[in-house]
């Protein structure tokens, strides 16, 4: 999948999803959010102008969400996403309007509309990670002036390929066949325990 695949799901499949912002006292605050749109520059919503979400939007200019889509943990996708965001303003508030038609429902009037201001999240990493494939799946990706952050747990030179490890993964996820072994990212858990137990130190964490 692509970077604008990731995207579209977070709109299309899963659609809201739990944003956090942070206060004035540096506190985390979660909100329900839809997001409403997107493409390959980002994804796009709207809140009010009235709202606490809107002033903590303004100040920092950055966001997190994350997103899930499944009727339980094992057949569960997560979608997350951390980036900067920028005001669009009303402009766009048509387009998102005639793409999520129920907010003529919470929204009725043209008055009533003009609380109403537009986000664009337009620079950010996200991360995909999938438990209902076996073993899991997982995958990074970025959007705007950024670039994919390499991220988890990685075998150096110093691996004599003697296997302490092998037991410990629970998804079964290092390679054997050359040494040093090497740790399939895309099934990667990210739990530590090959690091835990490598007698060589051979193991190491980056991001």
Same mark, same amino acid.
């Given at each position: 999948?692509?970077?604008k695949?990731?995207?579209?799901?977070?709109v299309?499949?899963?659609?809201?999803v739990?944003?956090?912002?942070?206060?004035?006292?540096?506190?985390?605050?979660?909100s329900?959010?839809d997001?409403?749109?997107?493409?390959?520059?980002?994804?796009?919503?709207?809140?009010?102008?009235?709202?606490? &979400?809107? =002033?903590?939007?303004?100040? %920092? /200019?950055?966001m997190?969400? !994350?997103? #899930?889509?499944g009727?339980?943990?094992?057949?569960?996708?997560?979608?997350?996403?951390?980036?900067?965001?920028k005001?669009?303003?009303?402009?766009?508030?048509?387009?998102?309007?005639?793409?999520?038609?129920?907010?003529?429902?919470i929204?009725?009037?043209?008055?009533?509309?003009k609380?109403?201001?537009?986000?664009?999240?337009?620079?950010?990493?996200g991360?995909?990670?999938?438990?209902?494939?076996k073993?899991?799946?997982r995958?990074?990706?970025? &959007?705007? =002036?950024?670039?994919?952050? %390499? /991220?988890?747990?990685f075998i !150096?030179n #110093?691996?004599?390929?003697?296997?302490?490890?092998?037991?410990?993964?629970?998804?079964?996820?290092?390679?054997?066949?050359?040494?040093?072994?090497?740790?399939?990212?895309e099934?990667c858990?990210?739990?530590?325990?090959?690091?835990?137990?490598?007698?060589?130190?051979a193991?190491?964490?980056?991001?």
């Amino acid at each position: 999948m692509e970077t604008k695949d990731y995207l579209k799901y977070i709109v299309d499949e899963i659609h809201t999803v739990v944003v956090a912002t942070v206060d004035d006292n540096g506190l985390p605050v979660t909100s329900a959010i839809d997001m409403m749109d997107c493409n390959e520059s980002g994804l796009y919503f709207l809140t009010a102008k009235g709202k606490g &979400f809107y =002033d903590r939007l303004k100040r %920092r /200019e950055y966001m997190a969400l !994350t997103g #899930v889509k499944g009727e339980d943990t094992m057949s569960c996708v997560a979608v997350s996403v951390r980036g900067k965001v920028k005001e669009l303003g009303s402009e766009p508030l048509p387009h998102l309007f005639l793409k999520n038609p129920y907010m003529n429902e919470i929204y009725p009037t043209a008055q009533s509309q003009k609380a109403l201001t537009v986000f664009h999240l337009y620079e950010g990493n996200g991360e995909w990670f999938d438990l209902s494939k076996k073993p899991i799946e997982r995958a990074s990706f970025a &959007f705007g =002036d950024t670039t994919t952050k %390499r /991220e988890g747990y990685f075998i !150096t030179n #110093v691996c004599i390929g003697c296997r302490v490890c092998e037991a410990v993964c629970p998804q079964s996820c290092i390679d054997f066949a050359v040494t040093p072994a090497v740790i399939r990212q895309e099934n990667c858990l990210h739990c530590g325990n090959c690091m835990n137990v490598c007698p060589q130190k051979a193991v190491v964490r980056e991001g």
